[in-house]
């Protein structure tokens, strides 16, 4: 790990801002440098940091490190569809218990997720359904987990049809039809480490979508964009993915900067 950071050329990006909407520093990977991380994020302009709940053995580990970088880290509450099993009415109710306590700035990690496991898919539509309504009931933007599960998804966006939704796509790497059915529900298109990836359909995707649909994320520690590819993922290498989309694009790295740091802080409410 003392490798990548030496690798860093942590000045190149410092007049820039960006968001990272969507990162677990709070799990065990970080336990040994987790204050270090969030600095080095800093360093590279990455100043708001978004973190969406996975279940409720991740909620005091996540307020406890907004409560340290408090101008920094943004709690979200929701459950992650991996983590809806037999006890998933006892995880809502905390989900609900906690929406109710203090303040949170969006509901999610939510979703399906049929690459795992499709054993709770039925409790899992159950439980994104509810979240749809938290979202509604709050005001706060929907954080949506779309593995293997796209076209359920939109299934359930299309019968609930409430114009009101807003919120991100996490990890998005469909097509350009995909891109804009998203989009057409009001949601962002969140774009990762996996968009630096060689030959990665979204690459092509990304032509055709204007950047105010777009939001930056990491998700880490997974998903490292190249050059770190396999490696722990981190806050600080959300400029890279800004410098590849940028690429894409035709565009200087500035542009991008700005366009998705104001599109977050606008769906967010910050």
Same mark, same amino acid.
């Given at each position: 790990m003392n490798t990548e950071r030496k690798t860093l050329n942590f000045s190149t990006f410092a007049p820039m801002i960006f968001a990272d909407t969507h990162t677990h520093l709070y799990l065990e990977e970080f336990d040994n440098d987790r204050n270090k991380v969030v600095e080095e994020a800093l360093n590279v302009g990455v100043t708001h940091l978004m973190l969406p709940n996975i279940d409720s053995t991740s909620v005091h580990p996540m307020l406890a490190l907004c409560q340290d970088f408090p101008d920094n880290c943004f709690p979200m509450m929701g459950l992650h569809p991996t983590s809806v099993k037999e006890n998933y009415k006892? &995880?809502? %109710?905390?989900?609900?218990?906690?929406?109710?306590? /203090? /303040? @949170?700035?969006?509901i999610g990690e939510c979703g399906m997720d049929f690459y795992w496991d499709q054993t709770y898919a039925r409790e899992q539509e159950y439980v @994104? !359904? #509810? #979240?749809?309504?938290? %979202?509604?009931?709050?005001?706060?933007?929907?954080?949506?987990?779309? !593995? &293997?599960?796209?076209? &359920?998804?939109? /299934?359930?966006? $299309?019968?609930?049809? $409430? =114009? &009101?939704? /807003?919120? *991100? @796509?996490?990890? @998005? =790497?469909?097509?350009?039809e995909q891109a804009k059915q998203a989009i057409g529900f009001g949601f962002s298109l969140g774009l990762g480490g996996v968009i630096t990836f060689k030959n990665n359909k979204m690459q092509e995707t990304l032509k055709h979508i204007d950047l105010k649909h777009l939001v930056l994320e990491t998700d880490a520690p997974f998903l490292a964009p190249m050059p770190y590819r396999g490696k722990r993922n981190q806050p600080a290498y959300i400029?890279? *993915? %800004?410098? $590849? *989309? %940028?690429?894409? $694009?035709g565009l200087d790295i500035s542009e991008v900067a700005k366009a998705t740091t104001e599109n977050a802080m606008k769906l967010f409410n910050i």
């Open positions: 006892d &995880e809502l %109710a905390a989900v609900e218990c906690w929406l109710s306590d /203090r /303040r @949170f700035y969006g @994104f !359904r #509810h #979240h749809i309504d938290l %979202a509604r009931a709050y005001d706060l933007p929907l954080i949506v987990h779309i !593995r &293997e599960s796209f076209n &359920e998804v939109i /299934r359930i966006l $299309k019968d609930v049809n $409430k =114009s &009101e939704l /807003r919120g *991100i @796509f996490h990890c @998005f =790497s469909g097509s350009t400029p890279l *993915i %800004a410098q $590849k *989309i %940028a690429e894409i $694009k």
